[in-house]
């Protein structure tokens, strides 16, 4: 209980997360299941609130698109159910909005277009046009909101 409670002491984790910190401590299988089952009961482990959590987290501080958060939290151990099941609700569209966070995709990836420009208009040069295109669909928004970003933002510039 002691490791589980350090390593949540940083940020929230997955279950499969902790499991695997337990077990690399040296934890008996069977220790490691009692402790992840107290720590999800009192609430300290719950994948759908870690869903939440990341999903804010990209959108203040570095935006995605929605197949990229959906492949991070994959790599986080997340279950496919879980994301199957707040992806109508938590990432496509999430109620975030009144903290000003974009609230869309295609908010999404103006706020990510902002952040990577800085400030400077987006060039005249087709080659460079691309370019930014293609830095929109590395952070993983589908190349039709990459192109509507890009669009949006010349016309307001």
């Given at each position: ?43 300290y ?15 203040r ?15 986080h ?53 691309e370019?930014?295109?293609?830095y ?22």
């Amino acid at each position: 209980m002691e490791v589980a409670a350090r390593y949540l002491g940083a940020r929230p984790r997955t279950r499969w997360e902790l499991e695997r910190r337990l077990r690399r401590a040296g934890v008996e299988d069977a220790v490691v299941e009692r402790t992840v089952e107290r720590l999800a009961k009192l609430g300290y482990v719950d994948d759908r609130a870690f869903v939440r959590w990341w999903a804010e987290q990209r959108d203040r501080h570095s935006p995605r698109g929605r197949r990229m958060v959906e492949a991070e939290l994959r790599q986080h151990g997340v279950p496919r159910d879980v994301i199957e099941e707040l992806r109508g609700s938590q990432l496509a569209e999430p109620a975030l909005d009144h903290h000003g966070l974009p609230a869309s995709e295609d908010e999404r990836a103006l706020a990510a277009l902002d952040r990577h420009l800085r400030g400077r208009p987006i060039p005249e040069d087709r080659k460079a046009v691309e370019r930014i295109g293609m830095y929109l669909v590395r952070r993983g928004f589908d190349p039709e909101t990459a192109r509507r970003a890009i669009r949006t933002r010349r016309e307001t510039a």
